[in-house]
């Protein structure tokens, strides 16, 4: 048996033996609970191994911003250059 309940919360799972190192399984329950998918995130703490799914909030962003300023929609792309109706209407030098 690869995990055995000891309360609430909280399982023992065993170490296997993966070539020359050692690793676990996780129970599907745990995966989903968790949402892993393909990777973890791992930090040591105090002795304590914390996995946890790696944080999708800024995932991709270098391609969304150079897929839009690589867009060939012949727009100027630079900030400088943006306009709205404030700088048409009430801007005075």
């Known amino acids: 048996m690869i995990t055995k309940e000891i309360e609430e919360g909280k399982v023992q799972i065993d170490l296997i033996k993966i070539g020359n190192s050692r690793g676990i399984r ?4 745990i995966i989903k609970q968790c ?24 995932r991709n962003w270098e391609n969304l911003f150079k897929s839009d300023l690589d867009a060939e ?21």
């Open 26 to 29: 996780l129970p599907q329950n």
């Open 35 to 58: 949402g892993f998918i393909d990777t973890v995130e791992a930090e040591l703490i105090n002795h304590c191994l914390i996995l946890k799914a790696p944080d999708k909030s800024r």
């Open 73 to 93: 929609d012949g727009e100027n792309n630079d900030i400088l250059a943006m306009k709205n109706r404030w700088d048409d209407e009430e801007w005075e030098w």
